[in-house]
């Protein structure tokens, strides 16, 4: 405000004076009123006596509320909405918080979960295609369906799919048993293999990776796993990262082909997944394996591709 008087003084325009300073003119001449009437430029301490400031017998009940609502809400958003629900309190959240900061509480925290260790592959496992398949269940809700998928975890091959208006084991069992009879599994389940103790290592003809779900944790899928050899492998609960693989293909299907979520006819949804399957495995290059297709790394022509283009 001294430089703005001072070119003015000078000669110069007072809005041109204030332009080089960046601020308005307006604001300088309320600055020069406050100086004049008040004396200074020091901003003032809040106080005063607003109608709407809290009250003592409100500040009591603000206590009250966190006291006896506390370990139960855990928030003081919700605090503050349970003092209004119990008719005792009626103030913002933000204002509920200052009270309880003034008066040095703390609301209880939620407790975090207990670290859970990963399970480790077993040591039988071999990386190759048909050995480890990973599967899980989602949902198309316009069509009010359920799809179960199979992908080959080392080929990223779409196994198979199921639609279906239910998720329990009877799902799980054709599934699978379409899947092991279009890759030609069946023929691994001979009377030998079959005859060997479950945790043989030699017994398993592949992995089966999922998460904790209960049609994949149900007795019946446990038993007809070890039917026909499969073991099974399950994520950590509440750790969808352990399943990834599975995630991030669901993921694909629904952002690569949007229109699949807006079907609403189950027989047309079963053909457009299929159609999209085909699509998926031979002609659209993934980049996890080398940007070739599925099918051609789930075949062994995938080594090749990405040497010749190297």
């Known amino acids: 405000m001294k430089s703005v008087e001072e070119a003015v003084a000078a000669g110069f325009v007072h809005a041109g004076a204030c332009a080089l300073w960046g601020v308005s003119d307006d604001r300088v001449y309320r600055w020069r009123e406050r100086a004049r009437v008040v004396g200074s430029l020091v901003d003032r301490a809040p106080g ?26 855990r928030s003081h958003r919700k ?31 939620t407790p975090p979960r207990t670290a859970s260790s ?23 809700t316009r069509a009010r369906r359920a799809v179960f998928a199979i992908v080959d975890m080392v ?29 030609g599994l069946l023929d691994l389940l001979t009377p030998e293999r079959l005859d060997l103790l479950t945790d043989d290592p030699r017994r398993p003809i592949l992995l089966a990776v ?51 979520e807006d079907i609403a006819d189950p027989v047309v949804l079963e053909a457009e997944l299929a159609r999209v399957r085909i699509e998926y495995n031979s ?22 591709i990405r040497e010749a283009r190297r």
């Open 48 to 73: 005063g006596h607003p109608v709407h400031g809290i009250l003592p017998t409100e500040i009591e009940a603000i206590l009250a509320v966190a006291e006896q609502w506390g370990p139960v809400d």
């Open 79 to 109: 605090l503050a909405h349970r003092g209004s629900y119990e008719s005792l309190v009626w103030v913002a959240p933000s204002t509920f918080r200052r009270v309880l900061a003034a008066h040095g509480l703390v609301l209880p925290q």
């Open 210 to 260: 999922s998460d904790n779900g209960p049609q994949m944790t149900v007795h019946d899928t446990r038993a007809f796993m070890a039917l026909v050899a499969i073991a099974q492998h399950h994520g950590r609960p509440h750790t969808p990262t352990d399943q990834a693989w599975i995630e991030s293909f669901f993921g694909h299907i629904k952002g690569e082909w949007p229109h699949l």
């Open 118 to 140: 990963k399970k480790p592959w077993p040591d039988w496992l071999v990386w190759e295609p048909n050995r480890i398949w990973i599967w899980d269940v989602t949902h198309f």
């Open 283 to 304: 002609v659209r290059l993934h980049e996890s394996i080398g940007y070739v297709t599925p099918d051609d790394e789930h075949y062994g022509r995938g080594e090749a």
């Open 155 to 183: 080929s990223r091959r779409w196994i198979d799919t199921l639609v279906s208006t239910e998720e329990t084991a009877t799902q799980v069992v054709v599934i699978f048993e379409r899947a092991l009879e279009a890759e």
